[in-house]
């Protein structure tokens, strides 16, 4: 359940929900079987997505990957698994909070950032190729924070 949603559920004492609180709990549930399927969508093909995004990567980074290859599929597929767990919990805030600025701070330690949005550029684009379209929006709205980030200085 998404942050917003459980700060609403636990802060009801004495009250009923208002409409605002009512409508978060309604996107939730409506968006429900989407965000499952997606969820399973990307548990069976999240190998496939990364290699996929590897290979479109080496091109320009080809010495890099041979040296860091193994790393960078592993931060791809934790990529994939913590977007997959924020979809079925519908928390964009949260993955941006908890994952994307910590991302942001890694690649601009080890001076990746560049790399960093190469590849989820690349992986946007393997999204779209790999998903029905309903699901590639949904992944894609977390995958674009992480371009978004990687794309200032």
Known sequence: MNSTLTRNLTAVDDRYLNDQELRSLEEYMQSHALRLKTYQLIQTHADEVVLKTLRKMTAVYA????????????????????????????????????????????????????????????????????????????????????????NRS
Not at 124 to 141: K, L, Q
């Open 63 to 150: 010495k890099m990957l041979q040296q860091h290859g193994q790393i960078c599929k592993r931060d791809i597929t934790d990529i994939m698994r913590y977007i997959s767990l924020c979809i079925l919990k519908h928390d964009e805030h949260a993955f941006y909070e908890e994952f994307v600025l910590w991302m942001d701070t890694m690649m601009k330690a080890f001076k990746r950032k560049d790399a960093a949005h190469a590849a989820y550029t690349h992986l946007r684009g393997v999204v779209e190729e790999t998903f029905p379209a309903d699901s590639a929006r949904m992944i894609n709205v977390y995958v674009d924070q992480l371009i978004e980030v990687m």
